[in-house]
């Protein structure tokens, strides 16, 4: 099987649960089901602080990212209270969307993640979504960046996966792993992991 790369960014006040599901989902693809999907962490410093406060040492920082060598970018969403928005709107991280996007790479994105999507310019007239609850005020939110928003819990449009809130995360996650291998082999992690 050929290596696949995926690199996770971890932007100031991600959500710890939406981070941890693309390591899990990956890393049972790869050590119990023999796929070479390699993940690597992110962030714009080597110590990024959660949502709740929790540290990640990362693999690299966003300068030593080349896009060349990955084929998915994943992004957990995050708490605009704690800065979320501080990092995820930097235009260093909406340059590495654009790139991603421009070569047809994955982009997967959980609940506000798909906040800096949208920003980039990437998802402009294309279907995606976000946080639903709220009376639907961040998915109108959205729909201010030129999103077709869809109030679902999983949108797929091409190569650009978004999602609704944290319980859809691993959806994301396997939805994402299903592009990098195929729908029979997610099906068989999935099972495997309980789902």
């Given at each position: ?23 899990d989902v990956l890393g049972w693809a790869r050590v119990d089901y023999g796929h070479n999907i390699i993940v690597d ?17 990362v693999d690299r920082t966003i300068e030593e990212i080349n896009v ?128």
């Amino acid at each position: 099987m050929e290596n696949k790369k995926v690199v996770v960014f971890l932007a100031k006040a991600f959500e710890t649960m939406e981070f941890c599901t693309f390591i899990d989902v990956l890393g049972w693809a790869r050590v119990d089901y023999g796929h070479n999907i390699i993940v690597d962490t992110c962030g714009f410093t080597e110590k990024v602080i959660s949502t709740f406060n929790v540290p990640v040492i990362v693999d690299r920082t966003i300068e030593e990212i080349n896009v060349d060598e990955y084929d998915a970018l994943a992004i957990p969403g995050g708490f605009g209270e704690f800065g979320f928005y501080e990092e995820a709107y930097d235009e260093r991280f909406l340059k590495l969307i654009k790139e991603f996007n421009a070569q047809g790479k994955i982009i997967a994105a959980v609940c506000s993640g798909a906040f800096p999507v949208a920003k980039s310019g990437v998802l402009q007239n294309r279907k995606g979504t976000t946080y639903h609850l709220k009376n639907g005020y961040w998915q109108n939110k959205l729909k201010e960046l030129g999103v077709n928003v869809v109030n679902e819990p999983v949108v797929v449009d091409g190569n650009i996966i978004t999602s609704y809130c944290p319980e859809t995360a691993p959806k994301v996650a396997f939805e994402l792993l299903k592009m990098l291998t195929s729908e029979k082999e997610m099906e068989v992690i999935k099972k495997a992991m309980g789902f």
